[in-house]
């Protein structure tokens, strides 16, 4: 119960509804992840031990109804890029970023929505750091990599990954790649499962 107000309440506080409804699976490609939120402890307890500054970019691909965008903009008042293909998801995302400008109006302009695929968002030079709740399939989480190499070599700048709950084929990617792992954080969960951590990689090697 407490959990639950508590994930209400900052919802509340941030103006925005990002609960989780039922999934339906009828009409999703197979390709992409049901919608599923980044509880706000854990994201507090992420924010508390990451040094993001106002300057960052951070994109989240398969953002949902914004969480993450709207909670690191207010944590560090720094640009935030949502991209997602659901056009229902989609529609409830672009309600929430004008609720959010209600209550901070001055910070609309520092958040950008994207209605396509995640594969197919264009990797910008001031992107700087993404973030990865499992969204797509293992194929096209490596095809997104590729393109974040890619601009890397083409605007030469740090880049950090930040992956909750990640998966053994996601790993097992990043690894391949030779991406450097810069530090695990522990969630508040994390006695009860183990694998309530967040992973933090830097450019590959």
């Not at 949902?64 to 998801?89: M, P, S, V």
Request: proline residues 4%; contains cysteine; negative net charge.
């Amino acid at each position: 119960m407490l959990e639950y107000d508590y994930e209400r309440m900052y919802d509340a506080f941030l103006g925005i509804d990002t609960k989780e409804e039922e999934w339906v699976e009828e009409g999703i490609p197979e390709t992409y992840n049901r919608y599923e939120v980044t509880p706000y402890d854990v994201l507090s307890v992420t924010c508390e031990q990451l040094h993001i500054k106002p300057t960052d970019c951070i994109v989240d691909f398969g953002c949902g109804k914004g969480r993450i965008l709207f909670f690191f903009n207010n944590y560090y008042l720094c640009r935030t890029k949502g991209i997602e293909h659901d056009a229902q998801l989609y529609r409830q995302l672009e309600d929430n970023k004008a609720y959010y400008a209600v209550r901070f109006k001055e910070r609309e302009s520092m958040i950008d929505l994207y209605h396509m695929r995640a594969e197919d968002y264009p990797i910008a030079k001031e992107d700087n750091i993404f973030y990865f709740f499992n969204p797509v399939a293992p194929e096209l989480f490596a095809s997104i990599l590729e393109r974040i190499v890619h601009s890397i070599e083409e605007y030469s700048r740090v880049v950090t990954l930040i992956l909750y709950y990640i998966s053994e084929d996601y790993m097992k990617i990043i690894r391949e790649m030779c991406w450097k792992q810069k530090r695990v954080i522990r969630l508040p969960n994390y006695l009860e499962d183990t694998d309530e951590k967040m992973y933090v990689f830097q450019n590959p090697i």
